[in-house]
């Protein structure tokens, strides 16, 4: 049995890590900006981003179907286990969310999210303001949960490394090679 993630499962999640606090410090950022044109080239970065987040935890969870995690260590207790494990469904249930979210909240805002700038996704709402403002809330509130997640994620790995002395935090860590390693 294996201890180590999958090379292409620890690419795809330092990917979907570096991509996530690009794309929310970018949100952040480029919020409160005033109108124009140079905010609605970020705004459709934000976008593009989001739109190739999606596509990749789709990746993620089709690589994952066919390649199940290592176990995790005998020393967690079955409650530790278990809540490992819904905070990983949820971090998903998240990454799909957040993207859906924006994508509606651009459709009922009347503005089409065209993918880098060339592939133009249909609207999944009419345009509806009332509705894009609220949408806009869920939008914000699911980031925030990620953000806290995200936090709790970090720590964790931390600890199990840091006190527990475990695997948990360097089986997902890239391979560096060693000198005489092939």
């Known amino acids: 049995m294996t201890t180590r993630y999958t090379d292409t499962a620890i690419s ?3 990917l979907m890590a570096v991509g996530l606090v690009g ?13 124009s044109p140079a ?3 970020l705004y459709s970065w934000h976008k593009w981003a989001g739109v190739t987040l999606f596509a990749l935890v789709l ?4 690589w994952r179907a066919g390649h199940p995690p290592p176990a995790l260590p005998d020393t967690m207790t079955a409650t530790m286990q ?9 971090l998903y249930l998240l990454m799909l969310a957040i993207p859906l979210s924006g994508w509606l ?8 999210t065209v993918w880098f700038g060339v592939l133009p996704l249909p609207d999944l709402l009419g345009k509806d303001k009332a509705l894009g403002d609220l949408l806009f ?13 995200v936090i709790a994620h970090i720590g964790a790995a931390l600890k199990h490394h840091l006190v527990d002395r475990d695997d948990v ?9 060693r000198q005489g390693d092939t």
């Not at 990746?59 to 089709?62: D, K, M, P």
């Not at 278990?82 to 949820?90: K, S």
């Not at 809330?137 to 997640?149: C, I, M, S």
């Open 12 to 14: 795809l999640h330092w």
């Open 23 to 35: 794309t929310f410090a970018l949100g952040v950022y480029m919020h409160d900006l005033p109108f």
């Open 39 to 41: 905010k609605l080239q």
């Open 59 to 62: 990746s993620r969870l089709a």
């Open 82 to 90: 278990r809540a490992a494990g819904l905070v990983h469904v949820v």
């Open 105 to 112: 909240m651009s459709s009922a805002k009347g503005v089409t």
């Open 137 to 149: 809330g869920v939008h914000k509130a699911l980031n925030l949960t990620l953000l806290g997640l």
């Open 169 to 177: 935090l360097t089986r997902m860590l890239p391979r560096h090679k």
